[in-house]
């Protein structure tokens, strides 16, 4: 496909489960960005990669998530214990860099996660 | 504390009509923005951008103005059409290597018939 695909489109987990979401960015972006959007808000930065390296992950708000992307490409997110502040949608964006942080991220359809 | 602000949560506009969305932020390091336009049950879409060197930067229908000196930004829709009804996303980078983007809260706009 052309865009950034994620996947699923929504999860509901129970407390205490662990989730993993899954994103495949357009193909030949080496940034890859997630996101948090919480209900009224905008979107949070949580972690980038450029290829298969992790090199920010200070938006990330707890020990419980993790993210990694071992090929440079696909990307998965992973929720461990999930609580119910987990619960928003979890966006990916992609990107061509151009060094200059002046460039367009691409974004999927998100996962709309929900904790029971 | 919130270093992009969206103050109109929705703003109502009738067809044919300027719709204006205004954003401001705090932090001076940023040199790059960002508009996005979100559907519902969709991801953000890039609208139009303006770098700091540039005081304005406009495709078709679209224009976005900056003031850097009151760190405002807007985004002017002439003439509006109900199919630009959505949510509006104003975001900014400080121009480091990474490009992660500060995102506002969003305004959502509504074109009437």
């Known amino acids: 496909g052309a865009g950034v695909s994620q996947s699923p489109r929504y999860k509901v987990a129970k407390r205490g489960q662990d989730v993993a979401l899954r994103c495949d960015p357009i193909?030949?972006?080496?940034?890859l960005f997630w996101y948090q959007q919480a209900l009224g808000q905008g979107p949070e930065f949580l972690t980038y990669?450029?290829?298969?390296?992790?090199?920010?992950k200070s938006g990330l708000p707890s020990d419980r998530f993790f993210a990694e992307r071992p090929e440079g490409s696909v990307s998965t997110l992973k929720i461990q214990r999930t609580q119910q502040e987990d619960s928003a949608v979890y966006l990916c964006a992609s990107s061509l860099p151009s060094g200059t942080g002046r460039d367009i991220q691409y974004f999927g359809a998100g996962t709309r996660l929900s904790v029971l | 504390d919130q270093q992009v602000k969206q103050n109109s949560p929705s703003l109502s506009v009738q067809e044919g009509r300027i719709s204006i969305l205004n954003c401001d932020y705090t932090?001076?390091?940023?040199?790059?923005f960002l508009w996005y336009k979100k559907y519902p049950a969709e991801g953000p879409t890039f609208l139009i951008s303006i770098s700091s060197i540039k005081d304005k930067n406009e495709d078709g229908r679209f224009t976005v103005f900056l003031n850097k000196s009151a760190k405002h930004l807007s985004l002017h829709i002439v003439p509006s059409q109900p199919g630009d009804s959505a949510v509006y996303f104003c975001?900014?980078?400080?121009?480091?290597?990474?490009?992660?983007?500060?995102f506002g809260k969003g305004t959502k706009l509504s074109v009437k018939p």
């Open positions: 990669f450029q290829n298969e390296a992790q090199l920010d």
């Open positions: 193909s030949g972006h080496v940034s």
């Open positions: 975001a900014a980078s400080d121009g480091g290597s990474q490009g992660n983007l500060i």
């Open positions: 932090n001076s390091m940023f040199d790059y």
